[in-house]
């Protein structure tokens, strides 16, 4: 089992910068890659980026590219998301998510566990 808990959400400008922290128990984190997802109101959960095992690899959405960068520290066993030049369409629910697979994973049904979100808000 692995617990996930994420951190660091708020409210902010547009053109401003966040970072969101997910910190993991349980099983070392070095054994499941890891993703951030979000879901704004009224829309479905998407993907917003993921980082391989072992922290060589990242792939993001089209949308988020350039302004996100997720990262991991695996003596703190937390994954971060550094969110930049934020836009008032960035406003959602984000939520990390460990995936026993080893490629880059951009497919919700293959993350084995879920935090429980945090709430980002974009201002106009």
């Known amino acids: 089992q692995v617990q996930l808990v994420e951190s660091g959400g708020g409210l902010v400008q547009a053109g401003g910068s966040l970072r969101l922290s997910c910190a993991a128990s349980?099983?070392?984190?070095?054994?499941?890659?890891m993703g951030w997802f979000r879901q704004a109101p009224g829309k479905e959960r998407e993907f917003v980026a993921t980082i391989t095992w072992g922290g060589s690899s990242t792939a993001y959405a089209n949308s988020v590219k350039g302004r996100f960068t997720i990262s991991r520290d695996f003596v703190k066993n937390t994954v971060y998301l550094q969110m930049g030049s934020l836009k008032p369409e960035d406003t959602a629910v984000y939520y990390c998510a460990a995936t026993s697979y080893r490629d880059l994973v951009m497919t919700q049904a293959r993350y084995d566990y879920w935090g429980q979100g945090t709430q980002v808000t974009v201002s106009s």
């Open positions: 349980g099983r070392p984190s070095t054994n499941y890659g």
